[in-house]
């Protein structure tokens, strides 16, 4: 029999941390090194560049950084460059291109000093976040995971919720980061991998709500039942989880694009949720599910739709008029 994978610790204390006004730490200038100015990253890093730290920025495309530069930011050519401060922080879209930044000659790797730290807050594997943890550990570097739950508005509001797991003392360094950057840190474990499996639990839950919201809007709607009166109702009695308040509100108002987080990101999540799962011998017949509504809104050309496109394919099946085909 294949041998199970091990996430258990000694420390598996949830300790929740209220950040912002709220918590009291010693403020003091870091220097922070920041790589990945996507839709999430560009509001992060702002918001670490207005709270005082000193910050260095890397980019794939350079572009992106001009506004942040013209505010006092700095630019690198490498992330190697980008590394060489207290802390570097990686916003980035998948394994991949984590990898490539951090493992590459001119990489994470190479730049960053003895016991500085790398918080990864991309969602990412959990092979990968291992992987990341013993690299670090052998260059006499600290890591810690600290992905995040929010959309791109929550990060620019810095209203973003963290889970972080690492050595205690490393994540006890970063909590002013993180105090600029979310509302609550959640510090889970030692092992750092722990956050990146919660964080992908996480966002299958989160596909769920949106596939069943999907369908019981496209039930409604063939009914002839308005769909903000029964947004309405939905939020104001059981339903009232952000979660639902916030997709609800897209899916009742059919707003797919610009997209918050793009269906193929969606997909990629919900595959290393399945690997998670494959490796630890944990059934998850919905994620296979929505794995496959995800792959279907691949096929048909809505990769770059937000994922929440995945109600729009609920009424297209249901035979509804469905806002898929005009945004392909």
């Known amino acids: 029999m294949r041998e199970r994978a091990n996430y258990s610790s000694a420390y598996c204390r949830v300790t929740p941390v209220q950040t912002g006004a709220r918590l009291f730490l010693e403020r003091k200038v870091m220097q922070v090194g920041f790589i990945g100015l996507g839709s999430m990253g560009s509001g992060m890093a702002a918001n670490l560049l207005r709270a005082g730290h000193t910050l260095t920025l890397f980019n794939r495309t350079p572009d992106k950084a001009e506004v942040l530069v013209a505010e006092g930011a700095t630019l690198a050519k490498t992330p190697s460059e980008a590394a060489r401060g207290d802390v570097v922080i990686t916003m980035l879209a998948d394994d991949a291109v984590v990898e490539r930044v951090v493992f590459s000659p001119d990489g994470i790797l190479a730049g960053l000093k003895h016991l500085s730290i790398h918080v990864s807050m991309s969602t990412i594997s959990v092979e990968l ?6 690299a670090h550990q052998a260059a006499g570097q600290r890591f810690v995971a600290a ?5 791109p508005e929550a990060a620019a509001a810095g209203k973003l919720f963290i889970v972080a797991a690492g050595e205690r003392k490393a994540v006890q360094a970063c909590l002013p980061l993180f105090g600029v950057l979310g509302q609550r840190t959640f510090v889970i474990a030692d092992e750092p991998p722990k956050a990146n499996l919660v964080k992908l639990s996480g966002n ?8 069943t919201l999907g369908e019981a809007f496209a039930l409604i709607s063939k009914a002839g039942i308005d769909r903000a009166q029964y947004l309405n109702i939905l939020t104001n009695t059981l339903f009232g989880a952000p979660v639902y308040q916030t997709y609800g509100g897209i899916i009742s108002h059919e707003r797919y694009t610009p ?3 793009k ?3 969606g997909l990629k999540d919900i595959h290393l949720a399945l690997r998670a799962a494959e490796a630890l011998e944990v059934p998850m017949p919905v994620a296979s599910l929505i794995r496959d509504r995800l792959l279907t809104l691949l096929a048909i050309g809505a ?7 995945l ?8 035979g509804e008029p469905s806002s898929l085909s005009a945004e392909k």
């Open 129 to 134: 976040a291992e992987r990341l943890a013993s």
């Open 311 to 318: 109600a729009a394919l609920a009424s297209r099946d249901a």
């Open 263 to 265: 269906a193929k990101l």
């Open 259 to 261: 997209p918050g987080f």
């Open 303 to 309: 990769a770059d739709l937000d994922w929440s496109a």
């Open 204 to 211: 299958f839950l989160i596909a769920a709500v949106i596939e």
């Open 147 to 151: 992905p995040v739950f929010g959309r």
